[in-house]
């Protein structure tokens, strides 16, 4: 029997194609008997053997790569769509197309303006963009790190290597979570500031991975949540927003992932805190200011010699928090890593904690015993995340 959306979707393809305007294609909702597939990617390559459709099947394990010839890529979407994918979403440089199916087989056709607007290169090694491009960038010029030329202001060179080497750890954490392949996702940025990172992350997500992503930002200073959602409206990044709140008391009901950078002393745990209950698969903190700790430690017999000065028992006091609210995480059901992601000459603020919420069982009771060791070792009474979860 016809259908007559599939037939629709299958020649925007074809045109795409041949006229060069073809970005990627993604099929999703699997529904066949390989129950470990999760999503099937398309885009373009060149090989010596000419123009072909690289087809990549994620598994929740492995990923498994096919090529084929244009005309026989085109026939395997048509037959995979509807039977053994219920979504598929097509890129072009002039729209997007996205195609739905009910199980009972009825579709549904929607047409969007284009994610991408040029061309990908169709090289089979081609690499994504990693990075945030500074020609033409509204945000960057708005937010003072470019002149009006495009070019990096001489003394904003650190931060944006900061925010590049942040995204890119952000892309990492995606690939690794539940949350890869997902087309469409809602991130929350607590304690924004003057937005950079905020704008950054919307920009990649949706520009240079291809990711729906609403990007919500919170900000204690009304002037700088009016700058950004000013310079959010000249971007055009429709799904950016700002709005003035404090971590404590801001409502989070639901996000894919929660970012909190410099948060002030206890309001990183209020944020973490904010993404366990959100059930966020990515939070990302980059803590700051350690205050609650250090008036309770009581240095250990062994360190002692070491502890009585106060800036070690200072350092030591930053270690022991970051480490208690990672075994926190880890007790919820997270994989955690805790890293420098810039170098320390470009900030000290440098320690990224970074949280991946783990699919199935995690050895919860190991965490939560070491949390306790950990406290007792150090004669520490209470901890703010520790109390705000409850988990024991």
């Keep these: 029997m016809a259908e007559p959306n599939l037939d629709q979707f299958i020649t925007a393809l074809e045109e795409g194609i041949a006229g060069g305007r073809f970005v990627k294609l993604t099929l999703a909702k699997p529904r ?12 373009p ?14 598994h929740k394990t492995r990923d498994v790569v096919k090529n084929h010839t244009v005309e026989e890529g085109v026939r395997l979407i048509r037959e995979l769509l509807g039977a053994e994918f219920l979504s598929g979403h097509l890129f072009m440089t002039v729209q997007d197309l996205r195609l739905e199916f009910k199980r ?6 929607v047409k969007r303006a284009p994610t991408f607007t040029e061309p990908q290169p169709a090289e089979h090694d081609r690499r994504k963009r990693r990075s945030i491009q500074t020609a033409g960038n509204v945000y960057l010029q708005a937010l003072g790190v470019t002149d009006e030329r495009g070019e990096v202001r001489p003394a904003m060179g650190d931060k ?8 890119e750890t952000v892309g990492g954490l995606f690939a690794a979570s539940p949350l890869a392949g997902r087309e469409e996702i809602s991130v929350v940025d607590m304690g924004s500031g003057k937005g950079y990172l905020t704008f950054a992350v919307y920009d990649y997500f949706n520009n240079a991975l291809g990711v729906r992503a609403t990007v919500e930002g919170v900000e ?3 002037e700088l949540v009016e700058l950004c959602n000013e310079t959010a409206r000249r971007a055009g990044f429709d799904r950016l927003s700002f709005q003035t709140g404090y971590i404590e008391d801001f409502g989070l009901s639901a996000t894919d992932i929660l970012i909190a950078l410099h948060a002030c002393d206890t309001a990183t745990d209020d944020a973490l805190f904010k993404g366990v209950s959100a059930g966020a698969s990515i939070i990302i903190t980059a803590p700051c200011c350690h205050k609650e700790l250090r008036p309770q430690m009581r240095p250990p017999e062994p360190l002692r010699g070491v502890l009585r000065h106060g800036i070690l028992l200072e350092r030591e006091a930053e270690s022991v928090t970051d480490s208690l609210r990672a075994l926190l995480l880890e007790q ?3 994989k955690v890593k805790v890293f420098e992601f810039v170098s320390t000459e470009h900030t000290r603020k440098n320690t990224l904690i970074a949280a991946v919420r783990l699919e199935g069982t995690s050895d919860r ?3 939560l015993g070491e949390y306790r060791a950990l406290k007792e070792f150090y004669g520490i009474r209470e901890q703010r995340l520790e109390k705000l979860l409850c988990p024991f």
């Design 365 to 367: 009771e190991e965490a």
């Design 104 to 109: 009972r087989g009825e579709s549904h056709l």
């Design 160 to 167: 944006l290597r900061q925010i590049n080497r942040f995204v």
């Design 32 to 43: 066949g008997k390989d129950a470990d597939l999760k999503n099937l990617y398309v885009r």
């Design 45 to 58: 390559v060149a090989l010596k053997k000419g123009a072909r459709l690289s087809f990549l099947y994620r």
């Design 332 to 334: 919820a059901g997270y």
């Design 220 to 222: 204690a200073r009304p």
